[in-house]
């Protein structure tokens, strides 16, 4: 059997992310942030503004699942960047940010406001916005889920 691998249509846009978010990384290297990753940047912002929530309430103001936000929260924990608090009930417990997230928030919200300008720039120069792209793939996929094509394109070959 030949290996799938050596041929893949994500490999480019996998590697163009990852490269895309180190950069952003190496801004925090630069002033010595330790522990920080660009994926923490959303939910520490959105704790810095809303307050403490649990994971059910962070992850359902971002977008995930309470599974990947568990996970998530737990590296932010070994991090240092959150702690859990008491939440309303003694069964519940909130994330609440640390006195190091603290600390950076008004930089993450000027790196993540100087990340969309760069953007914005970067799309200025393309012959097609990486913004339109997306909006396009997710019309597509509307019309018929990743899923379904995947599955369509197994049709006939055994688990």
Do not use: C, N
């Amino acid at each position: 059997m030949d290996d799938p691998t050596e041929q893949s249509q994500w490999r480019g846009l996998h590697h163009l992310l990852a490269r895309m978010d180190a950069d952003i990384a190496g801004i925090y290297t630069e002033r010595e942030i330790k522990g920080l990753k660009p994926s923490f940047v959303m939910e520490l912002l959105r704790l810095h503004a809303k307050g403490p929530m649990t994971i059910t309430e962070l992850a359902e103001s971002v977008g995930r699942t309470h599974s990947a936000l568990s996970q998530k929260v737990s590296a932010m924990r070994a991090a240092g960047l959150v702690r859990t608090v008491p939440g309303a009930d003694a069964r519940s417990k909130k994330v609440a940010l640390t006195a190091k997230a603290k600390g950076i928030v008004e930089l993450l919200a000027a790196e993540w406001r100087a990340t969309e300008a760069a953007i914005t720039e970067l799309e200025a120069e393309l012959p097609y916005a990486m913004t339109q792209v997306v909006r396009d793939v997710e019309e597509a996929l509307a019309r018929k889920s990743f899923h379904d094509r995947i599955a369509e394109k197994l049709e006939g070959h055994q688990k």
